[in-house]
Nanobody, 118 residues
């Protein structure tokens, strides 16, 4: 069993900052890519940022320069600055896991709400 547990969501005014964290636990041998996705009401889930095991990062265009993804082993963080109303969404952590059983899993966290108000 592999779990991702997110923390750090909440409410903030536009222009403010939040930091999301996600920790993976369980029977993990290795994690390749980790990332953050978000889903706003009425919208499909979309990629926010990803980071590979070697530290290569990729960002959705609207968050470049404002969000920073970082990683430490089985933990991934998302620093969010200059938050905008349109960043309001449920944010989900994601990991591509090689389990000790040699199974390859795509694991999702339960989601954490980020609410940006004016």
């Amino acid at each position: 069993q592999v779990q991702l547990v997110e923390s750090g969501g909440g409410s903030v005014q536009a222009g403010g900052s939040l930091r999301l964290s996600c920790a993976a636990s369980g029977t993990i041998r290795q994690i390749s890519a980790m990332g953050w996705y978000r889903q706003a009401p009425g919208n499909q889930r979309e990629l926010v940022a990803t980071i590979s095991s070697s530290g290569f990062t990729n960002y959705e265009a609207s968050v470049k320069g404002r969000f920073t993804i970082s990683r430490d082993g089985f933990k991934v963080n998302l620093g969010m600055n200059d938050l905008k109303l349109e960043d309001t969404a449920v944010y989900y952590c994601n990991a591509a896991v090689l389990a000790r059983s040699a199974s390859r899993l795509l694991v999702w966290g339960q989601g954490t709400l980020v609410n940006v108000s004016s």
